[in-house]
């Protein structure tokens, strides 16, 4: 990994990394503590052709997703509350 000055607060540069053989990296060891990632942990891996990879924790799209999902059932149950008091 190269070293380079590195940023602080919401955007970090944590530095780069080579591609091996295997198309294996190593995660910056700050990146890893910042984001808390540990030996064993699912990533998942996105992609955008013009912006780029990005990376995020299986553990928190999944907990993304838990509260995505609890606000449509809200959304929907207030619907439904909504068409029972048109239908009085």
Do not use: C, Y
């Amino acid at each position: 990994m190269s070293h380079h000055r590195h940023s602080k607060g919401k955007n970090q540069f944590f530095g780069s990394v080579t591609v091996g053989e295997r198309g294996q990296i190593v995660i910056p060891a700050r990146a890893r503590k910042v984001f808390n990632i540990n030996s064993g942990d699912q990533l998942l891996v996105f992609g955008d052709i013009d912006k780029g990879i990005g990376i995020i924790k299986a553990s928190e799209l999944n907990h993304f997703a838990s509260r995505l999902f609890t606000s449509f059932n809200k959304d929907n149950n207030h619907e439904k509350e909504d068409e029972q008091n048109e239908q009085k």
